[in-house]
């Protein structure tokens, strides 16, 4: 019961980074430009949500190789995390990906 709740946690930090993400860097950072559309800074953020949406999706199919992606996962988000932190102004994308980036780190080990 434990590790399946884990799991469920898990997948829907992966879903509400996903989403913070995608959605903040087509809305908000294009809006705002400057240090928001960095070349840099972009990617991250839409490579952290696809692998956040992977790596759900990777666990809802209850592959054993889900550790393998949540392992990436953790590795983007904290990268995300980092680079949202550093432009400023993305408070709830760091949180989301901080968060993901944990229950990722769990599920890896």
């Not at 959605?23 to 692998?51: F, I, N, Y």
């Not at 904290?78 to 990906?97: F, H, K, L, P, R």
């Amino acid at each position: 019961m434990g590790a399946n709740a884990s799991l469920q946690d898990c997948i829907q930090d992966c879903l509400r980074c996903y989403q913070a993400c995608q959605s903040s860097a087509a809305g908000m950072c294009l809006e705002e430009g400057g240090a928001h559309v960095a070349p840099e800074h972009m990617r991250l953020m839409l490579s952290c949500a696809e692998v956040c949406r992977t790596a759900a999706a990777v666990m809802l199919n209850q592959s054993p190789q889900h550790p393998a992606v949540c392992r990436a996962c953790a590795e983007l988000c904290t990268a995300c995390a980092g680079s949202c932190a550093a432009v400023g102004g993305m408070d709830e994308c760091v949180q989301a990906c901080r968060a993901c980036a944990e229950s990722c780190r769990q599920m890896a080990a």
